[in-house]
C-alpha cells in the first residue's frame, strides 16, 4: 500500500509539473533589473523581453529596481513565489562577487534557480583623455612613479569595473585610490573631466567615448581582440593575465519548477539565435551566449570562486 501510495504521489508531481510547463506563462511576468535604466544589462534585458513575450504570448515586463549594489533587486526576486512569474536579470556583482564584499545578504547567490546567460561583453582599460600614457605598459609605469597618488573609478562596489581594477593592480604591482560611484555614467563624466585617471568598463559603453577622443581605451580584457578596435590589444597579448567580462544572467526565485525554467531558458535560446537580434547585440558590441540552466549554474559558480578569489588577495573588506 505504502508502494502505491508512493507511486501515486510521484505521478501527480510529474502531472503537476507537466501542467505547469504547458500553462506557463499564463499572466504576465516581471524582469527587476538589477541595475538603473540604460547600459548594458537593461539594454540587453529590453531586447531579450521584447522577444520572449512574443514568443511565450504573454507581457515580459522590465522593472529597474537598482541600489546596494544589487542586492535590493536580488532579495526582491528570492523572496517572490517560485512560480516564474518574477525573475531576475543581473551583471555579475550580484551572483559572483557580493556574497564576498558585504558581510550579511538577505539571500543566497548561489540558490537562485539559474535560466540563462544572456550576453558577455568585455571589460576595457579607459583612462581620461589627456591622461600621459598612449600604451598600457606606459601606463603602469606611470602609475608606479605616482604610486598612491592616482584614483580610479568605478560603477559601485563590487562590479566587474571594480574587482577588475584590483585584478589589474594586482598583476601589475600598482596602487591606485577606489572612488566608487552610483553608476558607470558619473564615473565615466567624472574621467572625461579629468577627476579621475582610469576606469574598466564593458566595450559597448566605451566604445563611443574612445571614437569621439573623449576617454582612451588602452586594452581590452578578452580573450580575443574586438573588431571594432583592432589595433587595442587583449591583456593576455601583453603577458597580463587579466580575462574580464561583463554578463547578464536571468535568474528565477529557490524552488521554481525545472518545468518552469526550462520553458524560458528555450525561448531565450531561440531569442538569442534570431539574426535580428544578434545583429542589434552586435551593433552594441554585445556577444550573445546562450547555453542550458545547468551550463549556467557551472559558469556562475566558476565566476563566484574566481572572483571571490581575487577579492580576498586584494584584501578587500566585507561591509
Do not use: C
Not at 521584447?50 to 535590493?72: C, H, T, Y
Not at 600604451?135 to 577588475?164: C, D, M, R
Request: charged share 15%; hydrophobic share 45%.
Amino acid at each position: 500500500m505504502r508502494h502505491f501510495s508512493a507511486i501515486a504521489i510521484a505521478f501527480l508531481a510529474a502531472s503537476i509539473a507537466t501542467a505547469q510547463a504547458q500553462s506557463y506563462p499564463s499572466r504576465p511576468v516581471r524582469i527587476i533589473v538589477a541595475v538603473s535604466a540604460g547600459g548594458g544589462v537593461d539594454t540587453v534585458t529590453r531586447i531579450v523581453a521584447d522577444q520572449v513575450s512574443r514568443r511565450l504570448g504573454q507581457p515580459f515586463v522590465v522593472e529597474n529596481k537598482a541600489g546596494a549594489s544589487g542586492n535590493i533587486a536580488a532579495d526582491a526576486v528570492f523572496r517572490a513565489d517560485p512560480d516564474g512569474y518574477t525573475l531576475l536579470s543581473a551583471p555579475p556583482n550580484v551572483l559572483a562577487t557580493n556574497a564576498a564584499l558585504f558581510k550579511k545578504l538577505n539571500f543566497d547567490p548561489a540558490a537562485f534557480e539559474p535560466v540563462a546567460v544572456m550576453s558577455r561583453f568585455p571589460n576595457t582599460m579607459v583612462v581620461r583623455p589627456d591622461f600621459p600614457a598612449s600604451t598600457v605598459q606606459e601606463a603602469i609605469a606611470y602609475f608606479k612613479a605616482n604610486s598612491g597618488k592616482l584614483n580610479y573609478g568605478s560603477a559601485g562596489v563590487g562590479g566587474t569595473p571594480h574587482v577588475t581594477t584590483e585584478l589589474f593592480m594586482a598583476v601589475t604591482g600598482t596602487r591606485l585610490t577606489h572612488v566608487p560611484y552610483k553608476g558607470v555614467a558619473p564615473a565615466l563624466t567624472d574621467l572625461m573631466a579629468g577627476q579621475v585617471d582610469l576606469v574598466f568598463v564593458e566595450l559597448s559603453t566605451a566604445f563611443a567615448l574612445h571614437s569621439s577622443g573623449r576617454a582612451k581605451i588602452l586594452a581590452i580584457a578578452a580573450d580575443k581582440r574586438a573588431a571594432v578596435l583592432p589595433d587595442v590589444p587583449t591583456f593576455t597579448e601583453l603577458g597580463l593575465p587579466i580575462v574580464s567580462y561583463a554578463w547578464n544572467a536571468i535568474s528565477a526565485p529557490p524552488r521554481t519548477p525545472a518545468s518552469v525554467t526550462a520553458t524560458l531558458n528555450k525561448a531565450v535560446n531561440e531569442v538569442l539565435r534570431e539574426p535580428e537580434v544578434r545583429a542589434q547585440f552586435a551593433r552594441l558590441n554585445i556577444e550573445p551566449v546562450g547555453g542550458t540552466t545547468e551550463q549556467m549554474r557551472d559558469f556562475v559558480a566558476a565566476e563566484r570562486r574566481r572572483w571571490g578569489e581575487v577579492i580576498r588577495a586584494a584584501g578587500l573588506q566585507p561591509q
